[in-house]
Each structure stands twice: as C-alpha cells, then as structure tokens.
C-alpha cells in the first residue's frame, strides 16, 4: 500500500509540473535600420518606414503584450504599434536575461511582441527550437526577419523565421 500511495503521489507530481502554457504566438524581431551615429541612435528613414510595416504586420495579430531593449531604437520599432492599440504599453526588459525574459513569455495571457538586436534575438528564438535546429546570430546589415513563435498548450513550441515582405 505505501509504495502505490509513493506511486500515486509521484505521478501527480509530475503531473502537476509538467510544462503547460497557454496557447499564443510570440514575433521576435531586431530593431528596425538605425542611424549611424551616436551611442544610443533613432531610426533611419528606412528604419522608420520598417517601424510603420511592422505595426501594419501587427495590427490584426491581438497583441497583448510588448517588450523592448531599454533603447531609442527598439523602442521606436514598435511605437507605430503602440500608436495604433490604445492599451499596449512597453515593458522594458534585460537583454542579458533570456531566462527571465522566456519565463515571463511563456506564462503571460496573449500574443506578444519582442523587439531586440542583432546580436540577442536570436538567442530568445533558440529557446523554443531544438539543440539541432537552432538559428545563427543575425548580421549587421539583416533587418528583415521576424521570427514567429507558436507555443502550445501541451508546452511544445515551433518557430519560422520569416521576411517582412511574406506578410
């Protein structure tokens, strides 16, 4: 009796802290063309004009919740967005803290939004993908990929890297 009470009590256990999410899709992307200048650029032009596309990506895609790098660029990336939602607010997040910044991705209600750079957002798509599937650093001069992640409610994840333009 007391190694099936062992039996039972381990099973619910495990049960209970099996890895469960609630169903969304979460688009990673790196911050739109920046000016050349300065520690803490704006957008380019074109940086601006990508900014404008994404919000139009975006906009029938329920987004409920948005997360920036604490810069000018990255923030500006998803302004147009913001603009166009009234209630969508940034929150501000540490690119050094994947582990926190997926936790919280993974247990929020909603479709989410993440705006980060070159050299981290790829790190926060490989958190979703298999060790054999995971995607590079992007280059200095990528600016057009989005990242589309699926969690699903059995706590599985897939993710395609798309072009703006297949939109």
Same mark, same amino acid.
């Given at each position: 009796?007391?190694?099936?009470?062992?039996?039972?009590?381990?099973?619910?256990?495990?049960?209970?802290?099996?890895?469960?999410?609630?169903?969304?899709?979460?688009?990673?992307?790196?911050?739109?063309? #920046?000016?050349?200048?300065?520690?803490?650029?704006?957008?380019?032009?074109?940086?601006?004009?990508?900014?404008? #596309?994404?919000?139009?990506?975006?906009?029938?895609?329920?987004?409920?919740?948005?997360?920036?790098?604490?810069?000018?660029?990255?923030?500006?990336?998803?302004?147009?967005?913001?603009?166009?939602?009234?209630?969508?607010?940034?929150?501000?997040?540490?690119?050094?803290?994947?582990?926190?910044?997926? #936790?919280?991705?993974?247990?929020?209600?909603?479709?989410?939004?993440?705006?980060?750079?070159?050299?981290?957002?790829?790190?926060?798509?490989?958190?979703?993908?298999?060790?054999?599937?995971?995607?590079?650093?992007?280059?200095?001069?990528?600016?057009?990929?989005?990242?589309?992640?699926?969690?699903? #409610?059995?706590?599985?994840?897939?993710?395609?890297?798309?072009?703006?333009?297949?939109?």
């Amino acid at each position: 009796m007391r190694i099936l009470l062992t039996v039972i009590t381990a099973l619910a256990f495990f049960i209970s802290c099996s890895q469960k999410q609630e169903p969304k899709t979460i688009y990673l992307v790196r911050h739109a063309e #920046k000016q050349l200048i300065g520690d803490d650029p704006e957008l380019s032009v074109a940086g601006s004009a990508r900014a404008k #596309k994404l919000g139009q990506i975006l906009a029938d895609k329920n987004i409920a919740n948005v997360y920036s790098t604490n810069t000018i660029r990255t923030k500006a990336t998803v302004q147009p967005l913001i603009d166009a939602q009234n209630g969508l607010t940034i929150e501000i997040y540490d690119a050094k803290k994947h582990d926190e910044l997926v #936790k919280d991705l993974r247990t929020v209600k909603g479709n989410a939004i993440v705006v980060g750079h070159s050299n981290t957002i790829h790190h926060v798509a490989n958190y979703f993908v298999g060790k054999d599937e995971e995607f590079p650093e992007l280059e200095d001069v990528e600016y057009d990929f989005i990242f589309v992640v699926t969690l699903e #409610k059995d706590g599985s994840s897939k993710v395609e890297r798309k072009l703006y333009k297949e939109f």
